[in-house]
């Protein structure tokens, strides 16, 4: 199992508000809420919409608890106020990564406490489509898109009839998503990222080049499984697949609304912190300036 080291302590300060309130609002997942706490409602089967596929319309949350799988994807001993976390990774057996030869020291370099500041995270930038596994998401439906909102306002729009992705030298946060049905699976293959994020605030990274294809897949009424698989030849040695933290249960929000309010801004105190450790590793004076 990896070591946690100091800088993700540091960073994890950044979301403990987002995911505890991911917790708050989402306390027990809807499956699980029988009479007084008792045995939880029968699930039943899996809704359907009027053209026959599954209807995943609805808020779910695969999170395995606080603090943890946002830091490191592999398997991690707990420490610094950070939860010890199995491997999310289902591809290859062994949970780990399969990065080329030199992708671990750029990875470990991201790491490392002195860089923590270039995490867009800490910006208030965009989560990586690998990071948000660890919030609560909704599914809606809009004419022939799928619409996946999450954490801090970061929505994608999937289309369900345009079959070519766009052209390579438009790069974006989240890629360009694109979806389909491969029988009751809702397939959702995403390309042209911009390399800007991380798969966590550990450094792992897919590169601008990636092909992420995810699969929803509804068990019953109010479980779905949630698969992503990640390619990059010039990354990884080969195709891998990661998955959340437990299958993705069906929550509800109080009063029904998703869209909290988001308190991520620039003035965050941690930023400060991670700008003076970032410029006093490279010598810099952060007071002269």
Not at 125 to 151: C, K, L, P, W
């Amino acid at each position: 199992m990896r070591p946690i080291g100091k800088l993700l302590f540091v960073l994890a300060g950044a979301q403990i508000v987002s995911l505890l309130a991911v917790l708050v609002i989402n306390p027990v997942p809807a499956a699980a809420q029988g009479r007084g706490g008792g045995s939880p409602a029968p699930a039943g089967p899996v809704p359907r919409t009027p053209d026959g596929k599954p209807n995943l319309t609805g808020r779910w949350n695969g999170s395995a608890g606080p603090i943890a799988h946002t830091n490191l994807i592999e398997e991690h001993t707990g420490g610094f106020g950070i939860n010890a976390g199995k491997s999310l990774i289902i591809d290859p057996p062994d949970g780990l990564i399969p990065y080329q030869p030199w992708a671990p020291a750029e990875r470990n370099r991201r790491r490392d406490d002195a860089n923590g500041y270039e995490d867009p995270v800490g910006h208030c930038e965009f989560y990586d489509i690998g990071r948000i596994h660890s919030f609560a998401q909704e599914i809606m439906y809009s004419g022939n898109t799928v619409i996946i909102n999450a954490n801090q306002h970061i929505t994608r729009v999937v289309d369900m009839t345009r079959r070519e992705h766009l052209p390579e030298g438009i790069r974006l946060w989240l890629g360009d998503p694109i979806g389909r049905w491969e029988g009751d699976t809702l397939v959702v293959d995403s390309t042209n990222f911009n390399d800007k994020t991380r798969m966590a605030i550990g450094g792992d990274f897919h590169g601008a080049e990636a092909q992420i294809v995810e699969r929803f897949t509804m068990v019953d009424a109010n479980t779905l499984n949630w698969t992503m698989t990640i390619d990059n030849p010039k990354v990884f040695t080969r195709p891998w697949t990661m998955t959340s933290g437990k299958p993705m249960a069906r929550v509800e929000a109080p009063g029904g609304d998703f869209d909290d309010e988001d308190t991520c801004h620039e003035g965050n105190v941690d930023l400060v912190h991670l700008k003076n450790v970032y410029d006093q590793a490279r010598g810099i004076n952060s007071q002269a300036r």
